[in-house]
C-alpha cells in the first residue's frame, strides 16, 4: 500500500509563509507520478490547490492562489513542495498531498490514485 506522508503544516498569522512537505513512505519512488497538493476547509469539498506534472515543466494553480503559492518537486530527494507565502484566513483547511502514476498533469481530486492523511494550516487573522 503506497503512501503519502505531508509535513509542514501549523499556525500562522495572515501575511506569513508555510512551506509543506510530501515524500512517500516506504520505497515507493513518485519521480514519474503527477502530483497535486488539495485542501479541504470546514463543511466545503476537498478542492484543488495546486498541480504538477512528472518532471515539474507544467504546473497549475487555483486562481485563489496564484501569485502567493508555488508548487515544486525534487525528484532526487523523492519529495513535492508547497511554498505558501502571503497567507490569508480563508487559506485554513486541511492539505492533502495527492500522487498518480499517470506522469501528465491532474487537476481533478477523482484523478489521483494516492492520498496523504493531511496536515492542518491555520492562518490568523
Known amino acids: 500500500q503506497v503512501q503519502l506522508v505531508e509535513s509542514g503544516g501549523g499556525l500562522v498569522q495572515a501575511g506569513g509563509s508555510l512551506r509543506l512537505s510530501c515524500a512517500p513512505s516506504?520505497?515507493?519512488?513518485?519521480?514519474?507520478?503527477?502530483m497535486g497538493w488539495f485542501r479541504q476547509a470546514p463543511g466545503k469539498e476537498r478542492e484543488v490547490v495546486t498541480a504538477?506534472?512528472?518532471?515539474?515543466?507544467?504546473?497549475y494553480y487555483s486562481d485563489s492562489v496564484k501569485g502567493r503559492f508555488t508548487i515544486s518537486r525534487d525528484n532526487s530527494e523523492n519529495t513535492v513542495y508547497l511554498q505558501m507565502n502571503s497567507l490569508k484566513p480563508e487559506d485554513t483547511a486541511v492539505y492533502y498531498c495527492?500522487?498518480?502514476?499517470?506522469?501528465?498533469?491532474?487537476?481533478?481530486?477523482?484523478?489521483?490514485?494516492?492520498w496523504g492523511q493531511g496536515t492542518q494550516v491555520t492562518v490568523s487573522s
Open positions: 495527492a500522487a498518480d502514476p499517470r506522469s501528465g498533469l491532474r487537476i481533478k481530486k477523482d484523478d489521483y490514485t494516492y
Open positions: 504538477i506534472n512528472w518532471i515539474g515543466s507544467i504546473t
Open positions: 516506504g520505497r515507493t519512488t513518485f519521480s514519474t507520478y503527477a
